[in-house]
Every structure is written in structure tokens, then in C-alpha cells.
């Protein structure tokens, strides 16, 4: 039974559809932020810790900035940041709520910035500050005022301070004190700044300097998102950057959500924890930055996946923590969970095998090689990752989506492409030959037992089937965009598994595509790379646009869209989503070069 009053939240702030979210993340953590200025998710002090501010899945806790009067929401972001502005027209004028988690941020303490502006005309706005850590289980104790009139409190494990809000009423039920109201009446041109620090340390600073703090806020951003104006889309493409180095951590991991639970398809169970670093995820977003503006970012990714081949070589585990630990095992919270969702916490990919992991790592380390930002390091992993494959390439993994162990062909295929990437960005040797070979041997195998009479790649040697992921290895320099099994497969894909322009991943049972499950924009974006690959240009640019638009209000994209109803379905912001559209935003605004040698392929 939670302690955090969830009801209280559930009947002023109820869940709201998950296109009118915007997401606030410094590197560690990450909120999201709904249209009523209402921060209904929050862990602490890192991604995958409890959350202090749980009501987007029905616990205790969320933090609201909200106007007064009858309003209508709106909001963007400031261009190449994740810094949220909302916006509300109210029947005085117009009231805006600057907001930012301060970046880039520490790793045991956060600090939340959100600056209340009367734009136009006089505001009155309600304020709510109500943590409840755990999930919902441990209220704020110990509340206090300190030296300089800010707020101090105890909040589970963490230490809590929030200042600018010295007018702060606390309030609870039954005598307690586990929450502030404050009501401000601002005239017009006034601003309050509040500032909620959380850590795992005692704060024993001087309380943040909310001018200061912005500035430098600011500061970071435009240091950190590149101009991209060589891209098709320029504003959007920036945006899915900034999300993306939103969500990766000092250590270098991005993880691939913000949240959890969130339900891909009402009451059917498929909801999972997100809030981990998945080594094909963070390998997407690296391939992507190195096609788009190679630099921090996607030596983050090289570093991070590094360490973890040198750490756990052939043993390499699909997920991680961003501090590089297991992830803990899947299990369900006593929360009502999102409407259609369950609350559920941990993965259970911790307990999978999946063997393109290693390609993934390959095709990473060999895109940062091929821009001179490989180390020796780098170059030891990929040995690790190339002698991976070689012992444990014949072994049935859970493949790309995670499903029971098969010899899934897209696996193997891209092993391959990993093998011969990295072979070519390799100084001549040993090492590269070898490579080669194995990349020739694992192709004319998976040739003879997963090739459909028809020409097409099929999902495993057992299954005739098509599937979206056997797009990848072409585009990944597998083989040549003429090969006819490169063609045939497109064609067979976009004439099975595509709607309209949307694209879903496999056929699920003898259901319309979109009964299934929502159209997959990982697999939208990554057919209109393999259309530009074939100089199809007008169908590349459908693709894109098409996957580009199916976003909420804010620009996140989730890693499904329900056609029919316009919504977003699972968790947000999916990275691997920004990921693609980046690397297709800045790959379409080049010609491709078609002109790739045809390899050789020899018996193993």
C-alpha cells in the first residue's frame, strides 16, 4: 500500500495521452513533463534508481506548475535543448514555465530548474511540490527551513532542498508534512525561479544560484548539439541529437528510455523497463552521430561499449545499467501502472543471449575507426568482439527482438557486416584476413539455409517468413545494393509488412498489421534508408516524412505509433528512434554511393 497519496494526483493530474509529454534530462536522469506543467516522472539520483515523482504509472509523487484560471496548454522546446517551455493561454494572458533539469548533470545530485514567467497580462498559478520516494512508498520527512529560508527535507535515501519557494505552505493529511502548495499572483513581466535539488550526498553548498544555473544550462546545450545544417530536416534532426545526449550519461551510456511501463498495447503485458543501456541501442546511436556529426557523442558510445567487451567478452550481456552493472531481474511494483500497463521494474534480457550485439559493436568500433577515433582500446574490444563471433556465431540467440532462441538470420547477417566493416577499416594484417573470412563463411552458410526460393532473406532457417531487421545488413555494407537478395528482400518487405508508409517488424498471427501492434518507426526509418540506398529518392523521402510526423506534440517519438488513433504507444522517448531518424535525416541529404565491391563468399 503506498503512503504517497497517489490518489490525490490521480484525480488533479490523471494520466494523459503520451504525444503531450516533453521530456527534461541532463545525462543521469530524466522527467517528463505534462501539459498542465505537471513532472509525473522522475527517478533519482540515476536512470534506473526508484522514482521520487511516480504518478505517470499510479504512484505518489509529481511536482506541478499549473495556472490558476481555465487555460490551454501548449509548449515547445528552445531549439537544439531540452529545455521545455510551456506555454498556457489563460483568460488573463499568457503564462509560460521555463524548464530544465541543470546540465550536464552530476551523477549523485540533480538539480531541477523551473523559472514561472507572466508573459502577457497577470498570472496566478498553483504550485505543488509533492516527492514521494520508492515508487510511492517513503513521503518526505524531516522537513525543515534552512539558514537562508529554503526548504529542507529528508526524501528516502536522499537529501532535498528547494529554494525560491521561502512562501511555501507545507500541507499533508492528518497532520503531516509531505508536500508544499504555493500560489503565486505574478504581474505581468514578473518571474519566479524554483530551484529542487536532490542527492545522494548531504547538501552542504550554498543553495544554487537559479541565474547562474540557466546561463550555464544554455551554455552546455549549445556546446553540445551540433548545427546539422547539411540534414533534410534540420530543427528535427538537432532535436532527436539533444535526445539523444539527453539520455547518455557521463559514463558514456544511453539508455533507452526515460521510463517504464509504459504498455505498447493496452492490457496484453508487453510493458518493460527501459531505463537501461542496450548495447544495439547505444551502437544505433553511435552509427548515427558518426553520419551525421562525429564527435563526443559518439565516442561515448565507443567508450561505454568498450569497457563492457573488455569487461565481459564472449559473455557480453545485451543490457546494462549506465554504470555498467547487471540489470536487475524483472519484477512487478504494487502500483495500478499506466491505464493498459502493468508496473513493472528490471528486464528480463539479463537472461538473454543475442548475438548481433557483437556485430553492432563491430559496425560502432569500426564508424568511429573509419573517422580516426579508434584507441588501441577500441581496437582490443574489437578483437574481443570479432573472436566472439568466431566461437559462439552457430549458437540460437533471442535475436534483435528479444523472442525464444532460433538461428535468427538477421543475427548472423549482421555479424557478418561487423566482420567486414571492421575488417576494412583495419590496417592491413592478420586480424583484417581473418575477419574477412569469417564474415565470408558466415554468409555462405546463412546463405544455404535461410535464402527463400523466392530470392528474399527469411527470418531463420525454420521460418519462411519476412522480417523488417533483414533490411539492416545491406545497409550496413553487407552486401552490395544490387545483389538481388539485397532487392528482392526490400521488395518482398515493403509488399508484406508496410501500410501507407508505416512499416511493422514481423508478422505476429493472421491479424491485419496494425491489430498486432503499432507501426514501428525504428523499421519506417530504416526502410527509407534502404529506398535512398537503391536511388529511389521520391519513396525515401515518403518514408521519411511519413515516420517523421508520427511524433507527440513535444517531437519524442515512442517506439510504436498507433495508425488509427494518431497516438503513441510504449516507452518515451524510445533513443533508438531518434537514432535512425538522424542517421536517415542526414544520410538522405547525400547521394549514396552504389558502387560497393561485391564480396566473395566461400564455404566455412
Same mark, same amino acid.
Given at each position: 500500500?503506498?503512503?504517497?497519496?497517489?490518489?490525490?494526483?490521480?484525480?488533479?493530474?490523471?494520466?494523459?495521452?503520451?504525444?503531450?509529454? &516533453? +521530456?527534461?534530462?541532463? !545525462? =543521469?536522469? #530524466?522527467? %517528463? *513533463?505534462?501539459? @498542465?506543467?505537471? /513532472?509525473?516522472?522522475?527517478?533519482?539520483?540515476?536512470?534506473?534508481?526508484?522514482?521520487?515523482?511516480?504518478?505517470?504509472?499510479?504512484?505518489?509523487?509529481?511536482?506541478?506548475?499549473?495556472?490558476?484560471?481555465?487555460?490551454?496548454?501548449?509548449?515547445?522546446?528552445?531549439?537544439?535543448?531540452?529545455?521545455?517551455?510551456?506555454?498556457?493561454?489563460?483568460?488573463?494572458?499568457?503564462?509560460?514555465?521555463?524548464? &530544465? +533539469?541543470?546540465?550536464? !548533470? =552530476?551523477? #549523485?545530485? %540533480? *538539480?531541477?530548474? @523551473?523559472?514561472? /514567467?507572466?508573459?502577457?497580462?497577470?498570472?496566478?498559478?498553483?504550485?505543488?511540490?509533492?516527492?514521494?520516494?520508492?515508487?510511492?512508498?517513503?513521503?518526505?520527512?524531516?522537513?525543515?527551513?534552512?539558514?537562508?529560508?529554503?526548504?529542507?527535507?529528508?526524501?528516502?535515501?536522499?537529501?532535498?532542498?528547494?529554494?525560491?519557494?521561502?512562501?511555501?505552505?507545507?500541507?499533508?493529511?492528518?497532520?503531516?508534512?509531505?508536500?508544499?502548495?504555493?500560489?503565486?499572483?505574478?504581474?505581468?513581466?514578473?518571474? @519566479?525561479?524554483?530551484?529542487?535539488?536532490?542527492?545522494?550526498?548531504?547538501?552542504?553548498?550554498?543553495?544554487?544560484?537559479?541565474?547562474?544555473?540557466?546561463?550555464?544550462?544554455?551554455?552546455?546545450?549549445?556546446?553540445?548539439?551540433?548545427?546539422?545544417?547539411?540534414?533534410?530536416?534540420?530543427?528535427?534532426?538537432?532535436?532527436?541529437?539533444?535526445?539523444?545526449?539527453?539520455?547518455?550519461?557521463?559514463?558514456?551510456?544511453?539508455?533507452?528510455?526515460?521510463?517504464?511501463?509504459?504498455?505498447?498495447?493496452?492490457?496484453?503485458? @508487453?510493458?518493460?523497463?527501459?531505463?537501461?543501456?542496450?548495447?544495439?541501442?547505444?551502437?544505433?546511436?553511435?552509427?548515427?552521430?558518426?553520419?551525421?556529426?562525429?564527435?563526443?557523442?559518439?565516442?561515448?558510445?565507443?567508450?561505454?561499449?568498450?569497457?563492457?567487451?573488455?569487461?565481459?567478452?564472449?559473455?557480453?550481456?545485451?543490457?546494462?545499467?549506465?554504470?555498467?552493472?547487471?540489470?536487475?531481474?524483472?519484477?512487478?511494483?504494487?502500483?495500478?501502472?499506466?491505464?493498459?500497463?502493468?508496473?513493472?521494474?528490471?528486464?528480463?534480457?539479463?537472461?538473454?543471449?543475442?548475438?548481433?550485439?557483437?556485430?553492432?559493436?563491430?559496425?560502432?568500433?569500426?564508424?568511429?575507426?573509419?573517422?580516426?577515433?579508434?584507441?588501441?582500446?577500441?581496437?582490443?574490444?574489437?578483437?574481443?568482439?570479432?573472436?566472439?563471433?568466431?566461437?559462439?556465431?552457430?549458437?540460437?540467440?533471442?535475436?534483435?527482438?528479444?523472442?525464444?532462441?532460433?538461428?535468427?538470420?538477421?543475427?548472423?547477417?549482421?555479424?557478418?557486416?561487423?566482420?567486414?566493416?571492421?575488417?576494412?577499416?583495419?590496417?592491413?594484417?592478420?586480424?583484417?584476413?581473418?575477419?574477412?573470412?569469417?564474415?565470408?563463411?558466415?554468409?555462405?552458410?546463412?546463405?544455404?539455409?535461410?535464402?527463400?526460393?523466392?530470392?528474399?532473406?527469411?527470418?531463420?532457417?525454420?521460418?519462411?517468413?519476412?522480417?523488417?531487421?533483414?533490411?539492416?545488413?545491406?545497409?550496413?555494407?553487407?552486401?552490395?545494393?544490387?545483389?538481388?537478395?539485397?532487392?528482392?528482400?526490400?521488395?518482398?518487405?515493403?509488399?508484406?509488412?508496410?501500410?501507407?508508409?508505416?512499416?511493422?517488424?514481423?508478422?505476429?498471427?493472421?491479424?491485419?498489421?496494425?491489430?498486432?501492434?503499432?507501426?514501428?518507426?525504428?523499421?519506417?526509418?530504416?526502410?527509407?534508408?534502404?529506398?535512398?540506398?537503391?536511388?529511389?529518392?521520391?519513396?525515401?523521402?515518403?518514408?521519411?516524412?511519413?515516420?517523421?510526423?508520427?511524433?507527440?506534440?513535444?517531437?519524442?517519438?515512442?517506439?510504436?505509433?498507433?495508425?488509427?488513433?494518431?497516438?503513441?504507444?510504449?516507452?518515451?522517448?524510445?533513443?533508438?528512434?531518434?537514432?535512425?531518424?538522424?542517421?536517415?535525416?542526414?544520410?538522405?541529404?547525400?547521394?549514396?554511393?552504389?558502387?560497393?565491391?561485391?564480396?566473395?563468399?566461400?564455404?566455412?
Amino acid at each position: 500500500m503506498t503512503t504517497g497519496h497517489p490518489l490525490d494526483e490521480d484525480r488533479h493530474y490523471p494520466p494523459q495521452d503520451l504525444g503531450s509529454y &516533453a +521530456l527534461l534530462a541532463d !545525462g =543521469e536522469r #530524466g522527467a %517528463l *513533463v505534462g501539459p @498542465r506543467g505537471e /513532472i509525473c516522472w522522475l527517478c533519482a539520483p540515476r536512470w534506473h534508481d526508484d522514482a521520487v515523482f511516480a504518478a505517470l504509472i499510479g504512484g505518489g509523487g509529481l511536482y506541478a506548475v499549473t495556472p490558476a484560471e481555465r487555460f490551454v496548454p501548449g509548449g515547445s522546446y528552445e531549439d537544439g535543448s531540452l529545455i521545455w517551455r510551456s506555454r498556457w493561454v489563460t483568460r488573463s494572458g499568457i503564462v509560460e514555465c521555463r524548464d &530544465a +533539469l541543470a546540465f550536464p !548533470g =552530476e551523477t #549523485g545530485r %540533480l *538539480v531541477l530548474l @523551473r523559472r514561472i /514567467i507572466a508573459r502577457e497580462g497577470p498570472a496566478r498559478v498553483r504550485v505543488v511540490l509533492h516527492p514521494v520516494a520508492g515508487y510511492g512508498q517513503e513521503p518526505m520527512r524531516e522537513v525543515r527551513r534552512g539558514a537562508a529560508g529554503e526548504w529542507q527535507a529528508r526524501l528516502g535515501g536522499l537529501a532535498l532542498r528547494w529554494s525560491g519557494a521561502e512562501d511555501a505552505r507545507p500541507d499533508g493529511d492528518g497532520g503531516t508534512q509531505d508536500r508544499f502548495t504555493l500560489d503565486l499572483d505574478l504581474a505581468e513581466g514578473q518571474q @519566479r525561479d524554483l530551484v529542487l535539488e536532490l542527492g545522494a550526498d548531504p547538501l552542504r553548498t550554498p543553495s544554487i544560484h537559479p541565474g547562474r544555473a540557466w546561463a550555464a544550462t544554455e551554455q552546455a546545450w549549445a556546446s553540445a548539439v551540433p548545427g546539422l545544417a547539411d540534414t533534410v530536416a534540420v530543427r528535427d534532426t538537432r532535436q532527436a541529437y539533444a535526445v539523444l545526449r539527453g539520455l547518455t550519461s557521463a559514463d558514456g551510456g544511453m539508455v533507452a528510455a526515460a521510463t517504464t511501463s509504459l504498455p505498447e498495447r493496452a492490457e496484453e503485458g @508487453r510493458n518493460y523497463d527501459y531505463r537501461y543501456v542496450w548495447i544495439r541501442d547505444q551502437a544505433y546511436a553511435g552509427q548515427a552521430v558518426a553520419a551525421a556529426a562525429p564527435g563526443p557523442l559518439l565516442d561515448a558510445a565507443v567508450r561505454f561499449t568498450t569497457a563492457r567487451l573488455h569487461a565481459d567478452g564472449p559473455g557480453l550481456s545485451p543490457a546494462y545499467t549506465v554504470d555498467g552493472r547487471p540489470v536487475p531481474d524483472q519484477h512487478p511494483l504494487d502500483l495500478p501502472g499506466y491505464p493498459g500497463g502493468y508496473d513493472r521494474i528490471g528486464n528480463h534480457v539479463n537472461r538473454q543471449f543475442q548475438l548481433d550485439c557483437f556485430g553492432e559493436a563491430l559496425l560502432l568500433l569500426a564508424a568511429a575507426a573509419e573517422h580516426g577515433r579508434l584507441d588501441d582500446d577500441g581496437w582490443a574490444a574489437a578483437r574481443i568482439a570479432a573472436d566472439a563471433v568466431r566461437r559462439r556465431w552457430r549458437e540460437a540467440d533471442a535475436g534483435i527482438w528479444e523472442l525464444g532462441n532460433r538461428d535468427w538470420t538477421h543475427s548472423r547477417l549482421i555479424c557478418a557486416a561487423g566482420l567486414r566493416r571492421i575488417a576494412g577499416a583495419a590496417p592491413r594484417g592478420p586480424s583484417a584476413g581473418e575477419w574477412s573470412a569469417l564474415a565470408d563463411a558466415i554468409l555462405a552458410v546463412t546463405g544455404k539455409r535461410a535464402l527463400h526460393p523466392d530470392g528474399h532473406w527469411q527470418r531463420s532457417p525454420d521460418d519462411p517468413s519476412l522480417d523488417a531487421a533483414l533490411l539492416l545488413p545491406p545497409l550496413r555494407g553487407l552486401l552490395p545494393p544490387d545483389d538481388p537478395r539485397t532487392r528482392a528482400t526490400l521488395r518482398a518487405y515493403t509488399a508484406h509488412l508496410t501500410d501507407g508508409y508505416y512499416a511493422y517488424r514481423f508478422r505476429h498471427d493472421d491479424r491485419p498489421l496494425s491489430k498486432a501492434e503499432g507501426a514501428f518507426l525504428l523499421c519506417g526509418f530504416v526502410t527509407a534508408l534502404a529506398e535512398h540506398q537503391q536511388g529511389n529518392e521520391i519513396d525515401a523521402y515518403r518514408w521519411f516524412e511519413r515516420n517523421r510526423a508520427a511524433c507527440g506534440a513535444p517531437g519524442l517519438y515512442a517506439e510504436e505509433y498507433d495508425v488509427a488513433q494518431r497516438r503513441l504507444l510504449g516507452n518515451l522517448p524510445q533513443a533508438f528512434v531518434h537514432a535512425l531518424m538522424l542517421e536517415a535525416s542526414a544520410r538522405l541529404a547525400r547521394p549514396e554511393a552504389r558502387t560497393q565491391p561485391r564480396p566473395t563468399e566461400t564455404a566455412p
